[in-house]
């Protein structure tokens, strides 16, 4: 059977949910049929964070790897193209870790890009009838931090993995007091399936236009 890791975070920056962990846990308790999804929740810690990841590749090993983080203002399912080797962090982590122009990888290259089918991707959650993007950048804060690391992981250990990075926008319990987009969090969990469903089946990535003039 094959076999899936999803990460989602802990909550952090003051919320009292991440809905990247509710909607991975939809999906380990749905998976697609014949996938075996695990989920496993990250600390929104700098390190840590890493260190949690690299144990679950290695309890699971996976034939697929998606972590999931919030992106609070983000109006629809974000497929990120590409992570970058800094930390620079607005705010601290919930460990009060607040690095400041650190590379994720001492020595490692300035990028790498999502080893997965992103505009397939992308594509497969709007005909699921979903709003959904290509995006050009995951942040400098632990998001990108766990990205870069997963890319890492794959150049430097695992050549056969695929791997990627998807933000959700707000659940809608988090913005009932401000006007903030959101998306439940079984949609999310909706669009997550597909996502793994077009990332094992897809060879060659669409080649259509997604990119940002900004």
């Avoid at 590409?82 to 990888?105: K, S, T």
């Avoid at 992103?118 to 709007?126: D, E, L, T």
């Amino acid at each position: 059977m094959t076999r899936v890791l999803l990460t989602g975070f802990e909550p952090f920056g003051g919320e009292d949910v991440n809905p990247s962990w509710q909607a991975v846990s939809l999906v380990a308790a749905g998976p697609p049929p014949g996938i075996q999804v695990t989920a496993a929740r990250l600390s929104c810690v700098f390190g840590t964070a890493l260190e949690e990841l690299d144990a679950a590749v290695e309890r699971t090993d996976p034939d697929l790897v998606l972590c999931v983080g919030q992106a609070g203002g983000r109006t629809g399912i974000s497929v990120e193209r590409v992570a970058i080797n800094v930390d620079d962090a607005r705010i601290p982590d919930n460990a009060g870790r607040r690095p400041i122009d650190r590379p994720v990888v001492p020595g490692g290259p300035a990028a790498y890009f999502a080893a997965l089918p992103v505009k397939a991707c992308v594509a497969a959650v709007r005909a699921a009838g979903i709003p959904a993007s290509v995006s050009q950048t995951a942040g400098t804060f632990v998001c990108n931090h766990v990205f870069y690391g997963l890319a890492h992981l794959i150049a430097t250990r695992r050549a056969a993995l695929r791997g990627g990075f998807v933000h959700i926008p707000y659940a809608p319990e988090q913005v009932v007091d401000r006007a903030e987009p959101s998306l439940p969090t079984g949609t999310a969990a909706h669009a997550l399936r597909a996502i793994i469903t077009t990332a094992l089946t897809t060879g060659e990535d669409l080649r259509v236009a997604e990119g940002a003039t900004h």
